[in-house]
């Protein structure tokens, strides 16, 4: 599919780049700006197959049976264990984000059009979960409230030709061919936990936070389309339009800052984080298979991580508000 797209974006791009090129001596020119709003399907899967379904997993000192004084040994020893734990807080997928932007148009004449413009788009992703985290060594008895939010973003500058097949006077059916420069790609994911109920009273309420950020400078991409126009006055038109994103390149997300507010006091050690920074410095996600005895081994807990490597190649769905002067 990517392949047939790229031929056919270039094939598009070189013919309309030649056919508009003694356009721009007409008489007839015209501006227009456009308003777009609709959505992008992105294929995401490293995030969606990915990270989004990737575990906490770590190890705590629990209390099994309090001693009289809680120290010395013998009878007035507390008992502890060294025990395992996970919290699964699975993401749903980004599905259709939310994209917008704005356009300018020069009509060079009555068929072709020069496109440049900017747009944005971001998604975000909740899931609330209840279980348990064995903090300051209660495991059971804790009851946790977790929310988990993954959000994605990115904005994109646009270069592009549209060409009028059918001209009436109140619809317009054209294509367009476009390059887009896409900046500023931003991944955060904010992981909440609430302690709603312990046995130790002033747990109660308690936050604890995990943040990831990680970004990516530049991507480029191409798109194709078909767009139609319906005018409601000789200056305003309403449209739809559609297209295909594909871009040059998967990518990945560097730049990763990881910060949470877990102290030493609550003795758990959590040695399967969600994200990580791989040793190359870009963002990877914990597989979801991975269990505490894979981990157990510092040395090999990079063997249960993999790369974030993105793509935004997908359709786009726009309605556009189209004013002419």
Known sequence: MRETVKKVFGAGAGALLLAAAPAALALDERWSVSFALGGLLPSLGALD??????????????????????????????????????????LPKVGVAPHGGIEFLWHANERHAFIFGIGSMESSSIDTTRGNIPLQQYFASNTVDGERRGK?????????????????????????????????????EDFVFLFTDSPILDLIGVRR???????????????????????????????????YLIGERSFGLGDVRIRDDFQAGDA???????????????????????????????????????????????????LRLNIYF
């Open 268 to 318: 758990i050690s959590r040695i399967g984080m969600p994200f990580r920074a791989m040793s190359d410095g870009n963002l990877g996600y914990l597989v979801s298979t991975a269990t505490a005895d894979d981990l157990a081994d510092p040395e090999n807990r990079e063997n249960f991580y993999r790369h974030v490597r993105l793509r935004f190649d997908g359709w786009r769905m726009l």
């Open 209 to 243: 936070n995990m943040i990831v950020e990680a970004q990516t400078a530049s991507v480029f991409m191409g798109q194709i389309g078909l767009g139609g126009e319906w005018f409601l006055q000789n200056w305003l038109s309403i449209g739809l339009e559609g297209g």
């Open 152 to 188: 994605i973003s990115f904005t994109e500058y646009t270069l592009g030709w549209r060409y009028t097949m059918v001209r009436r006077p109140d619809f317009r059916l054209y294509s367009r061919v476009s390059l887009h420069e896409v900046f500023d790609v931003d991944y955060r």
């Open 49 to 90: 197959d990915g990270l989004f379904r990737s575990p906490l997993i770590g190890t705590a000192t629990i209390l099994i049976r309090e001693g009289g004084t809680g120290g010395g040994t013998g009878d007035d020893a507390n008992e502890t264990e060294v025990i395992p734990w996970r919290y699964d807080s699975p």
